[in-house]
């Protein structure tokens, strides 16, 4: 598709030049994420409907607004689908996430993590990165992904479901995304009519007591049987787990044992083809999972790969790129301590 023609370098380009205004103006970053990923969308708005509707975003001053909406209205998107524009809404909040912006960036689920699981309830939304990807994987089926596809999730944060409904809206999708405690409520009363459940439910994987001698701190087996009870009886579940999940004595390694004994797998993925691939996969014996207290993490059996030497990588250069960053992040460094000092001054601190 042309207009995907060197689309990686206008998100880098557009972010590094918001990211740039960020960092001369007093804003830290959770302050500035949310009008950002506003305007972003308000942009798509302009390229579809030609209009920007009349939105007051006051937690920016004036002059940093107008710098913002120069900065993302480059050439290159005047003629462009709303594709892109999802494309770019989802860069954006993948860098905002990395800086922690809001929720601790807990509320986005990286794409690429996102696409291992893709290949539909999702109890805990986010940004709702889960919706997107099984979209773009019914697409790439030459289906239409609203035809076949109907989204319903959950999410206790309002502002996070905001975010979730602008990015199905630049993806050109529809989804009913209830504001509940997924715990206790079920809005769309969807217990076992589900056919696909997705989700990466927030760390730490505990549940909330009344008081704290009722709390649970680790509630991973809780949230598995929680994802099951949706499935229809041809469902399938896909969710990001805690590492530990895997691994963990006492009575989640109970629970993995009668997993292997029932013959779950097998049960649930009966025509699966598998094979032995160095530092990715590896087809074992119940025997030598007993021998690992039935421990399900990969590295214990997988191993790893050997690296492939790169004949064309130059050291030299990419130590000289590497300084050249250092220095450009010591100096920013340098500005924000001065930045600091200023608002400890302006305090009486």
Not at 22 to 46: I, K, T
Not at 70 to 81: F, R
Not at 98 to 114: C, M, N, R, W, Y
Request: net charge negative.
């Amino acid at each position: 598709m042309p207009q995907l023609e060197h689309i990686e370098a206008i998100e880098k380009r557009l972010w590094n030049a918001a990211d740039t205004l960020r960092a001369n103006s007093n804003y830290a970053s959770n302050e500035y994420f949310l009008p950002v990923m506003g305007l972003v969308f308000l942009r798509h708005a302009y390229s579809r409907y030609l209009a920007v509707p009349k939105t007051e975003y006051q937690e920016l001053d004036n002059v940093l607004l107008g710098q913002l909406l120069c900065t993302l209205n480059p050439d290159e998107l005047k003629k462009v689908s709303g594709d892109i524009f999802g494309r770019i809404y989802e860069f954006f909040l993948t860098q905002f996430a990395d800086q922690k912006a809001h929720d601790g960036g807990e509320f986005f689920t990286p794409i690429s993590l996102v696409s291992l699981i893709a290949h539909v309830l999702d109890p805990a939304t986010g940004s709702g990165g889960m919706f997107v990807q099984s979209a773009r994987i019914v697409e790439e089926q030459g289906q239409n992904p609203t035809d076949r596809l109907t989204f319903r999730g959950l999410e206790k944060n309002a502002t996070t479901i905001r975010l979730a409904k602008m990015n199905l809206a630049v993806h050109g999708l529809e989804g009913d995304i209830q504001r509940a405690i997924t715990y206790y409520e079920d809005p769309h009363e969807q217990v076992g009519k589900a056919d696909k459940v997705k989700t990466d439910p927030r760390l730490p994987f505990g549940l909330p007591g009344v008081n704290k001698k009722d709390k649970v701190s680790n509630g991973n087996y809780i949230w598995i049987s929680y994802f099951y009870s949706y499935l229809n009886e041809g469902g399938r579940a896909g969710f990001v787990m805690s590492s530990r999940a895997s691994s963990a004595g006492g009575g989640e390694a109970k629970v993995r044992y009668f997993w292997k004994q029932a013959r779950w797998p097998a049960e649930r993925f009966p025509e699966a083809k598998l094979c032995d691939v160095e530092g990715l996969g590896k087809l074992v014996d119940r025997a030598e999972i007993a021998a690992n207290d039935w421990s399900l993490t990969p590295g214990r059996y997988v191993g790893v790969a050997p690296e492939e030497e790169d004949e064309d990588f130059d050291f030299e250069e990419a130590l000289r790129e590497i300084h050249v960053e250092l220095e450009d992040l010591n100096a920013e460094a340098v500005k924000l301590a001065a930045t600091i000092k200023n608002n400890f001054e302006e305090l009486g601190i």
